[in-house]
T-cell receptor
Framework: DAGITQSPRHKVTETGTPVTLRCHQT?????MYWYRQDPGHGLRLIHY???????DKGEVSDGYSVSRSKTEDFLLTLESATSSQTSVYFC?????????????FGPGTRLLVL | KQEVTQIPAALSVPEGENLVLNCSFT??????LQWFRQDPGKGLTSLLL?????REQTSGRLNASLDKSSGRSTLYIAASQPGDSATYLC????????????FGSGTQLTVLP
């Protein structure tokens, strides 16, 4: 356990509503990531952050935005949720001390968009 | 674009057997390669990270090797136990970026008691 929590752990929402997922870390890692995991597609990177207010797009960033106003928090927002965004979302962290590359994952958030 | 393939998709072995999981990648200009374990309904747990300068990395009964020239990595599990049952994923950096990972689809391992 690398001190990562995700909230909520489960969420059901309706198409067209905004949704925000939160990732919180207590380990002071520099980098934070959002992935989604889907059957047949595996894990894919949505966005990542390399510091406070510094973010970049991943492979599947369309329809998602992120913000990082504090080192410990990384938010993922679905501005207008669609059924194709039904997935399991994982947050990950990396970049601390001598271990700069290993990614540590949170427990995941299951999102169902009806 | 980096592509990562894991074969087989599923593997079932009796307890005590030594086994090898395979991972292949298309872009050999990688900084490192990581192996993870995922239990059903859980997040990923990091097992081993091999730097591009290393050929092997060991942790307990696990040994991972990396051959950049052939675009292959293997995860060797010695004396398998039922508790090793999980999905094993490998991940390689995407397009030369050390921060963006491309994951394989995983090998689902079942160790029978």
């Amino acid at each position: 356990d690398a001190g990562i929590t995700q909230s909520p752990r489960h969420k059901v929402t309706e198409t067209g509503t905004p949704v925000t997922l939160r990732c919180h870390q207590t380990e002071n890692h520099r980098y934070m990531y959002w992935y989604r995991q889907d059957p047949g597609h595996g894990l894919r990177l949505i966005h990542y952050s390399y510091g406070v207010k510094d973010t970049d797009k991943g492979e599947v960033s369309d329809g998602y935005s992120v913000s990082r106003s504090k080192t410990e928090d990384f938010l993922l927002t679905l501005e207008s949720a669609t059924s194709s965004q039904t997935s399991v979302y994982f947050c990950a962290i990396s970049g601390k001390d001598l271990d700069q590359e290993t990614q540590y994952f949170g427990p995941g958030t299951r999102l169902l968009v009806l | 674009k980096q592509e990562v393939t894991q074969i087989p998709a599923a593997l079932s072995v009796p307890e005590g057997e030594n086994l090898v999981l395979n991972c292949s990648f298309t872009d050999s200009a990688i900084y490192n390669l990581q192996w993870f374990r995922q239990d059903p309904g859980k997040g990923l747990t990091s097992l081993l990270l091999i730097q591009s300068s290393q050929r092997e990395q060991t942790s307990g009964r696990l040994n991972a090797s990396l051959d950049k020239s052939s675009g292959r990595s293997t995860l060797y599990i010695a004396a398998s136990q039922p508790g090793d049952s999980a999905t094993y994923l490998c991940a390689a950096p995407s397009d030369g970026s050390a921060r963006q990972l491309t994951f394989g689809s995983g090998t689902q391992l079942t160790v029978l008691p």
